[in-house]
């Protein structure tokens, strides 16, 4: 889930986990091509926001990609995880 701020959109039960690429290694076994499509995804996220209307077709089209995207994302995390976190997509 992306928040305001959030560079890497991943959270557990406690909160925010650290956008640490070491980290993430470390701790969650991410591999460097995850942490980037993560990290991009959060930034693309803060992105949109710089678009001025927000009930503008642009903005529309760039949240529906966005949306889909962390779908994908999500799916793809799920996979790399394994059984030993569940994945829980949640569009902001």
């Known amino acids: 889930m992306w928040d305001y701020t959030v560079t890497v959109p991943l959270w557990d039960e406690e909160g ?3 956008d640490e690429p070491a980290w993430l290694h ?5 591999s460097a091509p ?3 499509r993560l990290t991009r995804w959060g930034e693309a996220m803060k992105a949109q926001d710089a678009i001025r ?3 503008s077709r642009e903005r529309r089209t760039v949240r529906e990609g966005l949306r889909r995207q962390g779908k994908e994302l999500a799916d793809d995390l799920q996979r790399e995880l394994g059984a ?4 829980t997509y949640t569009w902001w």
């Open 84 to 87: 030993r976190y569940t994945v």
């Open 53 to 55: 209307d927000p009930g």
């Open 34 to 36: 995850m942490i980037d």
């Open 16 to 18: 925010l986990l650290p």
């Open 26 to 30: 470390r701790v969650l076994g991410l």
